[in-house]
């Protein structure tokens, strides 16, 4: 690498967050959707890998298209859905985003579980509620709360959301 600025790379705490992400994923898949238990395993690696894109990242806000990019070239099929992760704006629909933002959404920073009204107090607590990380993070929980209950969305589920 020869950029002169280092970039954010994967912390431990990240590494954690990610398998968390996965397992997420993998558990929504199933409970969400029914999928097959080799869907499953994809979901896992979907979630796994979301992240990633910090590796090269300079800015926290470049690291899911960064990420998405990577992927496509690899030829990973669920790029889209890492490209288009976190962003309550984005026009790109697909159950396996519902599930990656999901899970995203409902494993803390240090990969354990939790539900979205803990998460959003703890993102309060890291950016504050004026931040735009907030702002994004409270939109994109209200626009998954919709599409769960578009789904029919059991209510073991949505205890978790709202
Ligand atoms: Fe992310």
């Known amino acids: 690498m020869t950029d002169s600025m280092p970039a954010i790379g994967m912390d431990e705490n990240r590494l954690r967050h990610c398998r968390g992400v996965g397992m997420k ?5 199933r409970t969400l959707f029914g999928w097959s238990d080799e869907k499953c395993r994809d979901m896992f ?6 992240d990633v894109g910090y590796q090269f990242a300079h800015e926290q ?22 490209f288009h992760h976190g962003n309550p704006d984005s026009t790109y629909r697909s159950e396996e985003l ?5 899970a995203d959404m409902l494993t803390s920073k ?17 950016y504050g509620v004026e931040s735009t990380q907030y702002a994004a993070a409270q939109k ?23």
């Open 61 to 82: 806000s470049e690291h899911e298209e960064l990420g998405g990019a990577l992927l496509r070239s690899l030829g990973f099929t669920y790029w889209a859905e890492i």
């Open 140 to 162: 994109l929980a209200d626009v998954l709360v919709a599409q769960v209950r578009e789904i029919g969305g059991s209510q073991d589920i949505l205890s978790q959301l709202v």
């Open 110 to 126: 240090d990969g354990s579980a939790t539900t979205i009204p803990a998460r959003l107090a703890d993102i309060a607590s890291r």
């Open 45 to 50: 690696v979907m979630g796994y890998l979301h």
């Open 98 to 102: 519902l599930v990656l933002n999901l």
């Open 25 to 29: 994923a993998s558990e929504l898949g």
